[in-house]
């Protein structure tokens, strides 16, 4: 049963009792004041006769030791014809309560009469064949003699006006009852069109609909349970978004990684079928078994990223103040052999508070991706500077650029904006991934500015005392300019290497093979 048609029949329930309950008070009242009345009246009347009756006996000549009983009846039809009212009925009755004298239709019982006495006036209320009457009665007393007069006076009006006014109530009750159930219903209607907006809205939502928000209609508790059900269904959308988007990136994990297993993998069984089926000279053989350890080691390396990826999500740090200058330094003797690319490092006096090893990987990560989207003898310039926000290091590159669109998927593990020239420079796409995950737990994040063709720079902030000052310039060779040039003999090798100290930095790094092979992570 719905809620309106139960308010609107407990309403009609409760309309109904309190309109037959007042009815029933209001008629009665009513018939009651009226039957006190007329008792009233009955009771004046019964004493007039009675003193009439008196005067008359006092009348007759005292001939009479004894009143006699034909002067009574006498007296007593005389009293009945003199009266104006024809419904008033006498009866007399003697000493010994036997009746002398009865007015036709005077048909009451004898028990008021045997009950009379000398000293007192009674009444009651008799019900007879022809109606209801107020039956009186009292004792008259004569010189010689104690008679009692009866009076009937027929009150059936009154009761019939009581019949009359209940038959009344009746319909006027009915009529009521049945307004208010047409004014109920459409009050109840009213007052739960918000529940049926909100069961309509849950609905929609059990369909999949999660954009719909419910109307406010009302300004009672209902608006302000309205406004709560569409803030719930706000977070419950961006909450299953944010699931759908989950489970999007992992299906897409999956994707990336199947992929880009499937390449080291594919060339790893070739060569090694090539090596198993067919007898090679020691040249090829050499190059072939060199291509699988190259790739068996890109596995490894990519595997050692994907797990530092898991372990940081899940890894609680603790924040020590460090300078900046240390890492600078670290920096600089990290890429000082590579010639390949120019690099300057350029940083303020400061101090930061951060995980050290931590950090020195995000920088590491980001000069690594800066080398690769370059081109060789390209500048790279890392750079540290005091902010209002805390201490500031920024990784710039002359590079290809990202596209505007792409920004917001760069950093999505195994996502690359140039698959084939990530993939020849032994890129797996998991290093930016990697610093987001480090910066999380710095309470910090990426930030990236692009321009395709034209290069990127990406920073992020960290907490940073206010109290240093100054500038510290890192250079090699060059003390006197503030910047460090590095180049590199391109000829003994034909790739990017990259060699890390792993305990000190967290960071898995493979160093140059034979033939000018190498497999360097991103």
Request: some cysteine; overall charge negative.
């Amino acid at each position: 049963m719905k809620f309106s048609v139960k308010l609107l029949l407990c309403t009609i329930v409760i309309l109904a009792l309190a309109l037959g309950f007042s009815g029933f008070y209001f008629v009665n009242h009513v018939f009651e004041s009226s039957l006190h009345r007329e008792v009233g009246q009955a009771m004046d009347e019964s004493s007039i006769l009675g003193f009439a009756f008196e005067t008359a006996a006092l009348n007759i000549p005292a001939k009479y030791s004894v009143l006699p009983d034909g002067t009574v009846e006498e007296i007593a039809a005389n009293l009945e014809r003199s009266g104006q009212n024809a419904s008033r009925l006498i009866r007399i009755s003697g000493e010994e309560k036997n009746v002398l004298y009865a007015s036709p239709g005077f048909d009451a019982d004898e028990a008021l009469l045997a009950a009379a006495d000398t000293q007192t006036k009674s009444y009651r209320i008799l019900r007879t064949e022809n109606g209801y009457y107020i039956h009186t009665s009292l004792a008259v007393t004569t010189p010689d003699r104690i008679l009692y007069l009866e009076l009937m006076k027929d009150v059936s009006e009154v009761f019939k006006e009581r019949e009359t006014g209940f038959s009344l109530y009746r319909k006027v009750t009915v009529v009521m009852l049945l307004t208010g159930t047409l004014l109920m219903h459409l009050i109840a209607s009213l007052l739960t069109r918000p529940i049926r907006i909100l069961t309509g809205a849950t609905r929609r939502m059990a369909e999949g609909d999660y954009r719909y928000r419910a109307k406010q209609v009302s300004r009672d508790e209902l608006r302000q349970l309205t406004a709560d059900f569409n803030h719930m269904v706000a977070v419950l959308e961006e909450t299953i978004e944010k699931l759908e988007a989950e489970i999007s990136a992992k299906e897409d994990f999956v994707a990336a990684f199947a992929h880009e297993l499937k390449t080291p993998l594919t060339a790893i069984i070739g060569y090694a079928d090539m090596l198993r089926s067919h007898k090679l000279d020691e040249e090829k053989s050499l190059l072939s078994a060199n291509y699988i350890y190259t790739e068996g080691k890109r596995l490894e390396a990519m595997s050692f990223r994907l797990l530092d990826i898991i372990v940081t999500k899940k890894q609680e740090i603790t924040l020590q103040n460090i300078s900046a200058s240390s890492i600078a330094e670290y920096l600089t003797d990290m890429f000082h052999a590579d010639r390949t690319w120019e690099f300057t490092f350029q940083c303020e006096e400061g101090c930061v508070c951060a995980e050290g090893n931590l950090i020195k990987t995000v920088l590491v990560n980001l000069i690594d991706n800066a080398c690769k989207a370059s081109e060789p003898g390209s500048l790279i310039s890392v750079t540290g500077e005091v902010t209002e926000q805390g201490y500031r290091f920024a990784v710039r590159d002359a590079g290809i650029g990202i596209p505007e669109e792409e920004l917001h998927k760069i950093t999505q593990p195994f996502y690359m904006v140039d698959k084939s020239r990530a993939r020849s420079k032994n890129g797996a796409g998991l290093g930016l991934a990697l610093c987001v995950e480090i910066l999380r737990l710095h309470h910090s994040e990426l930030h990236i500015e692009s321009t395709p063709g034209e290069g990127a720079c990406i920073s992020f902030t960290l907490p940073a005392d206010k109290k240093s000052a100054g500038s510290h310039d890192l250079h090699e060779g060059e003390k006197n300019t503030g910047s460090h040039s590095l180049t590199r003999d391109e000829k003994n090798t034909g790739s990017h290497s990259l060699t890390r100290d792993e305990k000190n930095a967290g960071i898995h790094s493979l160093a140059p093979q034979k033939g000018g092979e190498s497999a360097d992570e991103t």
